[in-house]
């Protein structure tokens, strides 16, 4: 039977901490790429099989996009409404707005993250009917600003994933993946905004506030039943279907770029706008050399992942570049998120989740080649 270990779960929860406190100093759609390309990655790295990494590109696709629409659900104001309520008991209405948040946000994003790793093959249909979907939330969104609606709509597209795939893909990997998000983050969010409420209201005697640190909190609990569903699938035999045509290579390439190109370069150009906007003298003279030289390694990164055939690295060379590849994004991502605020105010806003950063990205760094060197099973 293939096992998922205890350090499997330890080491899936301990990315999507970092990555959603990472999210977190970037915010809404483009910090919320982060997590959803975390999840597919840590996937690949974590379990064995070869089909796994041979279906990444539209994986990492389908799935940080599903995480990235759950950034538009704003939800700051809210906790901060909860935060003030007392007593507890009328706060509840809050608490169940932040479970509906938080169920919705992962159970989009790992349905579609389910669709990318889908053990079913995917037809033009599917691809179709996905962009449908999407378009069911842009137009009303994006083009009428509707955005009292975002969290029905968000529903509304959640369900309709979930009936297509019951009527036609049936596929237990959409269903699992799917369920395990909505179920994982709703108690995550729920979990992590009742700890914070009791510590702002003298529940704990600590005198260290950790419970402040809630995107670490819940990025690890909706990470670990993320990667139950994965384990409980890959124990069952379920492996996501590998196509075998032309356009899975062009789909590599394209998922590669987005992963390790553009979701940086984005976040990057947000923290770069802040700096405009925020930045004392100096820091504005230097954004131009900063700007042309992140462009530059961004664009050789393009070339490197445009160069590069995926279908005929052997097994463990891929593997390799997966894991070099993931460690630059945590790091990177660690350090444009450290400087954004650091830059701008200096050491005096220097907090305990920049700590958390480096502590976390330098334990994937260490533990993660064991995994991947270790024999199959």
């Not at 959409?174 to 909505?182: D, E, T, W």
């Amino acid at each position: 039977m293939k096992k998922n270990s205890i350090l499997d779960y330890f080491l899936f929860a301990l990315a999507m901490s970092l990555a959603w406190s990472l999210r977190g100093q970037f915010g809404h759609l483009i910090g919320a790429l982060i997590p959803g390309a975390v999840a597919p990655i840590m996937i690949v790295l974590l379990n064995k099989e070869e089909s796994w990494q041979r279906v990444f590109g539209r994986a990492v696709i389908l799935s940080a996009l599903g995480f990235s629409v759950g950034g538009h659900m704003s939800y700051g104001r809210l906790i901060d409404t909860i935060l003030v309520t007392t007593p507890i008991q009328n706060a509840y209405p809050g608490f169940l707005k932040i479970l509906w948040t938080g169920a919705i946000w992962g159970g989009v994003g790992g349905t579609l993250l389910g669709y990318g790793f889908c053990e079913k093959k995917l037809d033009r249909w599917d691809i179709a009917f996905l962009v449908c979907i999407a378009l069911f939330w842009f137009i009303p969104l994006g083009i009428y600003n509707l955005e009292a609606w975002d969290r029905l709509l968000f529903t509304a597209g959640f369900f309709l994933m979930h009936a297509y795939n019951f009527q036609f893909k049936k596929s237990k990997m959409i269903f699992n993946l799917g369920c395990a998000g909505a179920a994982g983050f709703g108690i995550a969010f729920t979990f992590a905004v009742a700890l914070l409420y009791m510590g702002r209201h003298a529940y704990f005697s600590s005198g260290w506030e950790w419970f402040v640190l809630r995107d670490q909190i819940l990025g690890f609990i909706g990470g670990l039943f993320i990667f139950a569903a994965v384990s409980s699938l890959r124990s069952q035999n379920h492996e996501p279907d590998v196509p075998l045509t032309f356009l899975n290579l062009y789909f590599q390439k394209a998922g590669f770029i987005f992963w390790i190109v553009l979701i940086p370069i984005v976040n990057t150009w947000n923290t770069f706008d802040y700096w405009n906007q925020q930045g004392p003298s100096f820091l504005l003279m230097l954004l131009p050399l900063a700007k042309f030289s992140i462009s530059i390694l961004f664009f050789f990164l393009s070339i490197v992942c445009l160069w590069m055939n995926f279908d005929n690295f052997p097994y463990d060379f891929l593997k390799r570049i997966f894991f070099f590849a993931f460690i630059f994004f945590i790091w990177y991502l660690s350090a444009v998120a450290i400087g954004k605020q650091t830059a701008v105010a200096g050491l005096e806003r220097w907090e305990a989740a920049y700590g958390l950063f480096l502590i976390d990205s330098l334990i994937l760094t260490m533990a993660l080649p064991f995994k991947i060197q270790s024999p199959k099973n």
